[in-house]
């Protein structure tokens, strides 16, 4: 299976600052056959079910507020908030789903909190 | 509105069997990509099955042979049957569309303890 490992296991970041979330892969999901990357980002609020962010590592959900960027290829990947809002507060992870057969792993997850 | 909506989960003692169910609306569970995603308490996301539009079926290796993924066109409904439960089953069991996973129930919680 595809180990996913983020870094840090949590945050804490003041409100208008930048934060950054760090996910490898133990093995690429680069397809090459159409030059994508197999990455999801989601954020999970607490009581609820997670949400979708980004997938194909870089690209935003419809609703996701441009402060959320994901970018990276191959094994390394980094989401980023620009500016960090209270409602931001969540823990945050990575899922590949490039497998096959069907095993789509996600990182242990970042809890961001407020500094 | 797409809305997912899961039920089925409780106390069940260890060996025993459930069966979930995630209701779906807004679109329909046969023209996509179907999955189980599980999280125990305090921790982090676990995939557990998925059922292609054409019907094929995978599943983690920690439940194969225990769980069955199976949906009802007609209900427009998936299911996952459980058996052969034991204490690290005990999760928030949640259905998820497509893939990436876009869309979320608010999830079932599964408690498997004597």
């Known amino acids: 299976d595809i180990v996913m490992t983020q870094s840090p296991d949590s945050l804490a970041v003041s409100l208008g600052e930048r934060a950054t979330i760090n996910c490898k892969s133990s093995?690429?999901?680069?397809?090459?056959?159409?030059?994508?990357?197999?990455l999801a980002w989601y954020q999970q609020k607490p009581g609820q079910p997670p949400k979708l962010l980004i997938y194909?590592?870089?690209t935003r959900e419809s609703g996701v507020p441009d402060r959320f960027s994901g970018s990276g290829s191959g094994t390394d990947f980094t989401l980023t908030i620009s500016s960090l809002q209270a409602e931001d507060v969540a823990v945050y992870y990575c899922?590949?789903?490039?497998?096959?057969?069907?095993?789509?792993?996600f990182g242990q997850g970042t809890k961001l909190e407020i500094k | 509105e797409v809305q997912l909506v899961e039920s089925g989960g409780g106390l069940i003692q260890p060996g025993g069997s459930l069966r979930l169910s995630c209701a779906a609306s807004?679109?329909?569970?046969?023209?996509?990509?179907m999955n189980w995603v599980r999280q125990a308490p305090g921790k982090g996301l676990e995939w557990v099955s998925i059922?292609?539009?054409?019907?094929?079926?995978y599943y983690a290796d920690s439940v194969k042979g225990r769980f069955t993924i199976s949906r009802d066109n007609s209900k427009n409904t998936l299911y996952l049957q459980m058996d052969s439960l034991r204490a690290e089953d005990t999760a928030f069991y949640y259905c998820?569309?497509?893939?990436?996973?876009?869309?979320w129930g608010q999830g079932t919680l599964v408690t498997v303890s004597s």
């Open positions: 807004g679109f329909t569970v046969s023209s996509n990509y």
């Open positions: 059922i292609y539009s054409g019907g094929s079926t």
């Open positions: 194909w590592a870089s």
């Open positions: 093995q690429s999901v680069l397809y090459s056959s159409n030059n994508k990357n197999y």
């Open positions: 899922q590949q789903y490039y497998s096959t057969p069907p095993r789509y792993t």
């Open positions: 998820a569309r497509s893939l990436p996973f876009d869309y």
